[in-house]
């Protein structure tokens, strides 16, 4: 059985920073694209950021670019999103993601497998 374990969330003022894990067990993600998503209250889930299996391939939503880094640790079996100048509009619970496929499916929500999400909030 496959499980997340989401942490580094919590409350930051704007302009702050958090780095946000995710450690997964019960597979090996080396092959696997791995990224996060974000969904805030009332709102839809949305793509955040990914990287591919060896690290050498990311993207990003456009709201995140310069602000937000994706990285990973295989041999952790672990992804991270390190934010930067953190924004009230960065508020949402932030789940992380994988899949054998890095490519569109990302930005269509079409993952195999979920964490529980972890919550970020930003007060201004």
């Known amino acids: 059985q496959v499980q997340f374990v989401e942490s580094g969330g919590g409350l930051v003022q704007a302009g702050g920073s958090l780095r946000l894990s995710c450690a997964a067990s019960?597979?090996?993600?080396?092959?696997?694209?791995i990224g996060w998503f974000r969904q805030a209250p009332g709102k839809e889930r949305e793509f955040v950021a990914v990287?591919?299996?060896?690290?050498?391939?990311?993207d990003y939503v456009v709201s995140v670019k310069g602000r937000f880094t994706i990285s990973r640790d295989n041999g952790k079996n672990t992804v991270y999103l390190q934010m930067n100048s953190l924004k009230p509009e960065d508020k949402a619970a932030y789940y992380c993601?994988?899949?054998?496929?890095?490519?569109?499916?990302?930005?269509?929500?079409?993952?195999?497998?979920w964490g529980q999400g972890t919550q970020v909030t930003v007060s201004s």
């Open positions: 019960g597979r090996t993600f080396g092959s696997d694209a």
């Open positions: 993601a994988a899949d054998a496929s890095y490519g569109s499916n990302w930005r269509d929500s079409a993952v195999r497998y």
């Open positions: 990287i591919s299996w060896s690290g050498g391939m990311t």
